[in-house]
């Protein structure tokens, strides 16, 4: 497809339980970020992937989030042991981040509930 | 203090009237700069680039203060569907990451 895309869009999980979130970025977008976003909140940033540089883990919130990406491409996020805080939206956007005034691009978004 | 600061709101605008708010930035090696627009419920979309000099995109004017080191976003003629969150976007250089404000909410009421 033409845009980001994100899956699933709506998860609802059990507290305690792991899930996984996948993003597919636009081909050729070399950056790609993870998100989150509480409702009436901003975003707050998770992770940041730049080429083969190592990621910017520096947003995670703890230990039980992880996330990967795969040949520069997709991009799944991890939650362990779920907390119902983690009830959020969660965003991916990519772009170009070698050229200078380029849009980021957002997926529409996982949101998760834990109950 | 945070990268990017921006006042919440809600700016709550008469349809047709002008609304105008900053966002600050801290990082003064910051080389782009972006509004973006969030819809309730929906992903954050670009709205504009903001350039040096400057620039316009119809009721929309952007403007860059690099001596002071913020950003603004200025809305004419305001219309109902530009209710929205407006998002302050700045990146710091070539290979850098996008930090972004926390949003501005504006409510234009007929």
């Known amino acids: 497809g033409a845009g980001v895309s994100q899956s699933p869009s709506n998860k609802v999980t059990e507290k305690g339980k792991d899930v996984e979130l996948r993003c597919d970025p636009i081909s050729g977008h070399t950056a790609l970020y993870w998100y989150r976003q509480s409702l009436g909140q901003g975003l707050e940033f998770l992770i940041y992937?730049?080429?083969?540089?190592?990621?910017?883990k520096s947003g995670l919130p703890s230990d039980r989030f992880s996330a990967e990406r795969t040949g520069g491409s997709v991009s799944t996020l991890t939650i362990q042991r779920t907390q119902q805080e983690d009830s959020a939206v969660y965003l991916c956007?990519?772009?170009?981040?070698?050229?200078?005034?380029?849009?980021?691009?957002f997926g529409q978004g996982t949101r998760l509930t834990v109950v | 203090r945070k990268e990017v600061e921006q006042d919440p709101g809600p700016f709550n605008v008469p349809e047709g009237a002008t609304v105008a708010f900053n966002c600050t930035y801290s990082?003064?090696?910051?080389?782009?700069f972006f509004w973006y627009r969030q819809d309730c419920r929906k992903e954050p979309k670009l709205l504009m680039s903001v350039y040096s000099s400057g620039n316009e995109d119809g009721r929309f004017t952007a403007q860059l203060n690099r001596a002071s080191q913020y950003i603004s976003l200025l809305i004419r003629d305001s219309k109902l569907s530009d209710s929205a969150t407006y998002l302050c976007?700045?990146?710091?250089?070539?290979?850098?990451?996008?930090?972004f404000g926390a949003g501005t909410q504006v409510v234009v009421t007929p």
């Open positions: 990082n003064s090696a910051s080389q782009s």
């Open positions: 956007a990519s772009f170009r981040s070698e050229q200078m005034n380029t849009e980021a691009f």
């Open positions: 992937f730049q080429g083969n540089s190592a990621p910017d």
């Open positions: 976007v700045v990146k710091p250089r070539s290979w850098g990451k996008l930090q």
